[in-house]
């Protein structure tokens, strides 16, 4: 099988691709701006780096696309504060230049698997969200912190119109807060745009105050990196056949946590590390309002658990790595021995 990987040095192309050259016999096509998370795939015969973006790779993309049995274009903004702070540029690049990738995988017949997000259900009252059921309750245009989930959205169902209209093969996976490794860079945390948990380890290293933003009441259902990688892995393969046209939420509905309560673990977690324990000791975590930390154009999500029926069901997956599991993983690679921000 030839993969295509568009957005390979990030979190989840990284490690999807570390995990096919490991454990299958099958040649990536990669392109990605940088290649810092790629070092032990670039060695490898089977993988193919393209260094560029979308806008200007475009035929170089469209070879490989015309190569490729399966085509994951993983390139875009996931970080909250971006969504408020660079609005026209998380549409632009998340659904516009993607949209240019789907409709090569259209004239070209090609099997395309896209991430779709937890964010597309909004404020959804529901206790556990579906993927055909639930609602995709969004907030006013005023507040910009939507305009990724309905960009996103879109993309779901532009996705979901080739396939009725032209018959493209596609796949969404819908991501419910994916933590590990490699989740943030140093330089998105010191501008205070990194998810959480990463946010939460560079502000403790830096002697910072760990903001509950909004009081910290707000819950997620994390899910490790490790667990979405073998859901993705399974829906490559698609070995019954049986995934052209779904939606799939990837989450992991154990794993309810508040963000005060991620704050503590993480805290506790760094405290283990002799070199962090005098900063975990010292670190504050306090509470910021949402407008102060995001600005006026932010939105929070109370409660978001995942349906993983359906997940269960087609992939015979189950997500195993439980809370404690995430965040040792995670701050082990931030803060151990040569850690990337050790
Ligand atoms: C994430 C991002 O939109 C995407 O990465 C992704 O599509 C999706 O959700 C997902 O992975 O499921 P969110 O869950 O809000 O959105 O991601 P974070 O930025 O990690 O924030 C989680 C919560 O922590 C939010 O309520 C936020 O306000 C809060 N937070 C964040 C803090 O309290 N303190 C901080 O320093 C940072």
Known sequence: MNVVILGANGFIGSHLSERILAETDWTVSALDLHAHHLEHCLT??????????????????????????????????????????????VFELDFEQNLKIVRMCVTHSKRVLFPST?????LCPDKELSEDESLLVLGPVSKMRWIYSCSKQMMDRVLAAYGQERGLRFTCFRP????????????????????????????????????LVGGGRQRRSFTSIHDGIDALLAIVRNERNNLDGEILNIGNPANQASVKELAHLVRDAAAAYPKYAPLAA?????????????????ADVQHRVPSIAKAERLLSWRPKR????IVRDTVHYYLGDGGAWA
């Not at 937890?118 to 909004?122: A, L, N, Q, T, W």
């Not at 010191?190 to 903001?211: C, D, K, M, S, Y």
């Not at 439980?322 to 599991?325: H, R, S």
Request: charged share 25%; proline share 7%.
């Open 44 to 89: 490898d015969p089977r993988f193919v780096f393209r260094k560029g973006d979308l806008l200007a790779e475009s035929a170089w993309i469209e070879e490989q696309i015309r190569a490729a049995d399966v085509v994951l274009p993983l390139v875009g903004i996931a970080q909250p504060a971006y969504y408020v702070k660079n609005p026209l540029y």
């Open 118 to 122: 937890s964010e597309v259900y909004g």
């Open 176 to 211: 419910f807060n994916w933590t590990g490794p490699r989740l943030d860079e140093p330089a998105d945390a010191e501008r205070g745009t990194a998810r959480v948990i990463t946010q939460f380890l560079f502000n403790l290293v830096h002697g910072r105050p760990l903001h």
């Open 282 to 298: 010292a670190a504050v975590i306090a509470d910021i309002p949402e407008d102060d930390y995001y600005g006026k154009g932010y």
């Open 322 to 325: 439980t809370l404690e599991d």
